[in-house]
């Protein structure tokens, strides 16, 4: 079974900051990327920021300069750090892993994401 536990949501002001964890299981860490993606209502999911086993980051442009993903290996957790937040960040959170073993994946091909945490809600205000 998947383990994807997000927290750290919650409410913020303007220019503000959150903090989102995403507790996985060793088996999830493990999967070649681990990601973070929003949604608005009324709006598709998109992606946030990915980071694959080789540690390269990727970030949506929307986010890019305000927003870090990291991960703890000894803790099998991955963060999103974001300052600056603005009102147009408020949406749900989701945790997201590629299930690919990173020990088998050849090269640093594109992340692509298979299952999704529950999410934590961010809500921005002016």
């Known amino acids: 079974q998947v383990q994807l536990v997000e927290s750290g949501g919650g409410s913020a002001q303007a220019g503000g900051s959150l903090r989102l964890s995403c507790l996985t299981s060793?088996?999830?860490?493990?999967?070649?990327?681990l990601g973070w993606f929003r949604q608005a209502p009324g709006k598709e999911r998109e992606g946030v920021a990915d980071?694959?086993?080789?540690?390269?980051?990727n970030y949506a442009e929307s986010v890019k300069g305000r927003f870090v993903i990291s991960k703890d290996n000894a803790k099998n957790t991955l963060y999103l750090h974001m300052d600056s937040l603005k009102p147009e960040d408020t949406a749900m959170y989701y945790c997201?892993?590629?299930?690919?073993?990173?020990?088998?994946?050849?090269?640093?091909?594109?992340?692509?994401?298979?299952?999704w945490g529950q999410g934590t809600q961010v809500t921005v205000s002016s």
């Open positions: 060793t088996y999830e860490f493990n999967g070649y990327c």
């Open positions: 997201a892993t590629d299930p690919r073993r990173a020990a088998l994946v050849v090269g640093q091909p594109r992340c692509n994401f298979g299952y």
């Open positions: 980071i694959n086993s080789d540690g390269r980051t």
